[in-house]
Structure formats: C-alpha cells, structure tokens
C-alpha cells in the first residue's frame, strides 16, 4: 500500500481504467467470474448487434433489468475516493469500461468540477437509433414485454437500442484516442477491477507501460495485468481505494 500511495502521490499525470469490478461493493454483478452475469446470461445472445437483431425485445428485457438495479444503487466508498483524486488532481483522467454511471455520480455527490469520466463501452441510462443517427440520454423505465412496447425514435419512428458498445462494434474514435492519449502521457495507470480481457480497453495500461510509466493493479484476484504490474493491491476496491487515495493526497 506503501509503494502505491509513493507512486501514485508523485506522479503528476495518471490515467484511471476501472472495470465491473469496482461497482460490485455497489451490488452491480461484474461479467465474469463465479457471481459474473456470463454465469446465467450468455454474451452473445444479449450483448452482440446480431442479437438485438434477432430478438431486441430479449435483449431490451436485460438493460431494462440493468438499468433498473443500477438506479436502486449508489456509488461507494471506492467510487468517491476516486472522485476525490480526480477533484484534487488535474492530471488524472478517469476512463471506465462501465456503462453505471456510477463515477459521474460520486463526482457530483461530491461537488467535483473535474472532467466527466471517459466511458468506453457507453452508458445504461442513453440510447441511440438503429435507423438513423438520433443519440439521446434516456432513463425512463423501458416496457420490453413486446416488441411494440420498446422505445422508437423521435426523428424517425425506428427501434432505439441502448448505446452501448457490443462485441464486434466500434468503440467511439474521439473517446477512444483520448483515453490512449491519456494512457501514454500518464506516469502511472491506476487499474482497477477489470478482468483486462476486452479490448481495446485492456491494452490501455499497456501504452503506459511502452511510454516508461508504471501500473497498478486493484484486484483480489490475478489479471494477465498482475505479471507486468509495478503494484498489485489484492483485495476489493472499496476497502483499498479510500487509504490509496487518502496517503495520495496527503
Ligand atoms: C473486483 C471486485 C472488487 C470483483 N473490487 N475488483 C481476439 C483477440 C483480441 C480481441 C478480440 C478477439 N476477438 C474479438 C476481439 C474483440 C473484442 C474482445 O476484446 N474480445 C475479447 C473477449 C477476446 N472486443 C470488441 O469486440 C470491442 N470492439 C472492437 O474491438 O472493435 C473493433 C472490432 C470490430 C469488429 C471485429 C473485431 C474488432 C468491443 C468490446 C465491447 C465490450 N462490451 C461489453 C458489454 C458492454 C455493454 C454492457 O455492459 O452490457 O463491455 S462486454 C463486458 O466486458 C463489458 C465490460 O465493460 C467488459 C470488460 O469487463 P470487465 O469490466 O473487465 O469485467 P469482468 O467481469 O470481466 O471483470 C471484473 C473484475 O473485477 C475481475 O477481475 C474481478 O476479480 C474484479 N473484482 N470484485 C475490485 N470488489
Ligand atoms: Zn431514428
């Protein structure tokens, strides 16, 4: 803990990659792993194009069950001590695989003016069109009982689907470029509860890495991140982001 806290206080610029793992103290199962939502749901039945194509009411059904456990929860005690580096800190970028919004609501638990974390793979509470380019933020509760029932688009009456980005799809350039840039420009990459196995997401830390800065990981199990971490801090995120972050900033 003592090495993180002296790595991450000197540095002056860090990049952020949390995954599910980091709102699962928030109660939001991660994917993978024994609890992980791929147990009972399989991927590509639910998050693929070729799914929502063939059955969008199924696949509304989940992000309908999602977004509404995500709305019952609340970020914790790992979530606002990030919140907190970011506020303190105008060199750390925060760059999440979630799609919860959970950092964006510790932020503003607590009054944090710091840029909105980059959301990777989207968000829960937006969607967008199949038929034409209308986005919009929605968090309206969805009925998916039958496909006439599901959300159709102001602009043009076609199907909206969440905007989240399934395997196989583009992750947004504009965001993705920027969470490199931040990576490569960053002494150190704080990596917190992700698998690392998607990409592009998991090969972040490594830019850091190529451009001479250092990872650490929190997890409390091993990542293929682990072998090329400076740190590891093994445990959950909420128990060992509050002291990190608190030495940090001392
Ligand atoms: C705790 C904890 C606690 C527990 N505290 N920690 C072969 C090689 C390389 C790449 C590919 C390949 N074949 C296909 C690809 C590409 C593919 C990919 O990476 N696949 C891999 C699985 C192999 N990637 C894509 O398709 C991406 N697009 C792309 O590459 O476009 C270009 C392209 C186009 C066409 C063809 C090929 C390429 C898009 C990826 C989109 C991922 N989408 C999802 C769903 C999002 C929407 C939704 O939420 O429904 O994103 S999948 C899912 O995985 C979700 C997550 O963001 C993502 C990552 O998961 P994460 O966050 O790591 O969660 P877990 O569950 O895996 O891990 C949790 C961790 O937390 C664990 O380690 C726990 O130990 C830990 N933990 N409790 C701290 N308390
Ligand atoms: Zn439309």
Excluded at 57 to 80: C, D, F, K, M
Aim: hydrophobic share 45%.
């Amino acid at each position: 803990m003592e090495e993180a806290q002296t790595l991450l206080a000197a540095a002056r610029s860090v990049v952020v990659l949390t995954g599910a793992g980091v709102s699962a103290e928030s109660g939001i199962p991660t994917f993978r792993g024994d609890e992980g939502l791929w147990k009972s749901y399989r991927p590509e039945r639910l998050a693929t194009p070729e799914a929502f194509a063939s059955d969008p009411r199924l696949v509304w059904e989940w992000y309908a069950w999602r977004r509404e456990l995500v709305a019952t929860r609340s970020p914790h005690s790992g979530h606002v001590a990030l919140a907190r580096l970011c506020q303190d800190r105008p060199g750390v970028r925060l760059v999440t695989q979630n799609v919860d919004g959970l950092h964006a609501r510790a932020a503003s638990e607590i009054g944090s003016g710091a840029a909105p974390p980059l959301e990777l793979h989207g968000s829960l509470f937006r969607v967008r069109c199949t038929a034409c380019r209308y986005r919009a933020p929605h968090t309206a509760s969805v009925d998916s009982g039958t496909v006439e029932t599901l959300p159709r688009c102001p602009e043009c009456g076609g199907l909206l689907r969440p905007a989240v980005v399934w395997f196989g799809e583009s992750l947004d350039a504009a965001v993705v470029a920027e969470a490199f840039r931040a990576a490569e420009e960053a002494e150190v990459c704080l990596v917190v509860g992700t698998s690392a196995v998607v990409q592009p997401a998991a090969a972040l830390p490594l830019s850091t890495l190529r451009t001479g800065g250092a990872v650490i990981e929190v997890n409390p199990v091993p990542t293929p991140l682990s072998q090329v971490a400076e740190v590891v801090l093994r445990g959950p995120a909420g128990e060992l982001l509050p002291p990190l972050v608190e030495g940090a900033l001392a």
